[in-house]
């Protein structure tokens, strides 16, 4: 990460972490971080980006903060996907978040999200899962492996679909998609 995180980031990030064990916490988590996403639904329909692109470069330096502590914490093999899958995981409990696997390999893994508490907000500016969501995801396991690539996040709750699908590739199988 660029420069030491702001006070502010700290807080959020800790409050993230408590988060997946403490239900308070994640009551707390998930309310500002819809706040900030209403903000910026707001925003977007009167045609602004600004919130977002804060948000996006937010979510990018806390993707690459979190990386290391939690490849530590978590004990993850980062040359597996089916392994590093383990901190979508994580994040899932944190954030509230519900879903399954449907693949799971090495160089490749895919994780549908069936609910969670961003998707009503989300469907009023779905560029918060295109743009903010994915950059969260790629910089945190970019980070743990230069190799990794997330695809762009086309089936999502937020445009009205069953689920977010999530599309982890590793290696060659990250080179070789567009």
């Given at each position: 990460m660029?420069?030491?995180?702001?006070?502010v980031?700290?807080?959020?990030?800790?409050?993230?972490?408590?988060a997946?064990?403490?239900a308070?916490?994640?009551?707390?988590?998930?309310a500002?971080v819809?706040g900030?996403?209403?903000?910026?639904?707001?925003?977007?329909r009167?045609?602004?980006r600004r919130l977002?692109?804060?948000?996006?470069?937010t979510?990018?330096?806390?993707g690459?903060?979190?990386a290391?502590r939690?490849r530590?914490?978590?004990?993850?093999?980062v040359?597996d996907?089916?392994?590093m899958?383990r901190?979508q995981?994580?994040e899932?409990?944190a954030?509230?978040?519900t879903?399954?696997?449907?693949?799971?390999?090495?160089?490749?893994?895919?994780?549908?999200?069936?609910?969670?508490?961003?998707a009503?907000?989300a469907?009023q500016?779905?560029?918060?899962?295109?743009e903010?969501?994915?950059?969260?995801?790629?910089?945190?396991?970019?980070?743990?492996?230069p190799?990794?690539?997330l695809l762009?996040l086309?089936?999502?709750l937020?445009?009205g679909?069953s689920?977010?699908?999530?599309?982890?590739?590793?290696?060659?199988?990250?080179?070789e998609?567009?």
């Amino acid at each position: 990460m660029t420069g030491k995180p702001t006070r502010v980031e700290r807080w959020m990030y800790a409050l993230a972490e408590r988060a997946e064990g403490d239900a308070r916490a994640r009551r707390v988590l998930v309310a500002l971080v819809n706040g900030m996403f209403r903000a910026i639904a707001a925003e977007r329909r009167r045609g602004g980006r600004r919130l977002l692109d804060l948000a996006r470069v937010t979510s990018v330096r806390w993707g690459r903060w979190r990386a290391h502590r939690l490849r530590e914490r978590l004990h993850l093999d980062v040359n597996d996907m089916s392994d590093m899958g383990r901190l979508q995981d994580w994040e899932d409990r944190a954030f509230g978040v519900t879903g399954h696997w449907t693949e799971r390999g090495k160089a490749r893994a895919v994780k549908c999200e069936t609910g969670g508490p961003f998707a009503k907000v989300a469907s009023q500016a779905p560029e918060i899962c295109t743009e903010v969501v994915h950059a969260l995801e790629e910089a945190t396991f970019r980070e743990l492996n230069p190799g990794y690539r997330l695809l762009p996040l086309e089936r999502l709750l937020s445009k009205g679909e069953s689920a977010c699908e999530f599309v982890h590739v590793l290696g060659d199988d990250a080179a070789e998609r567009p």
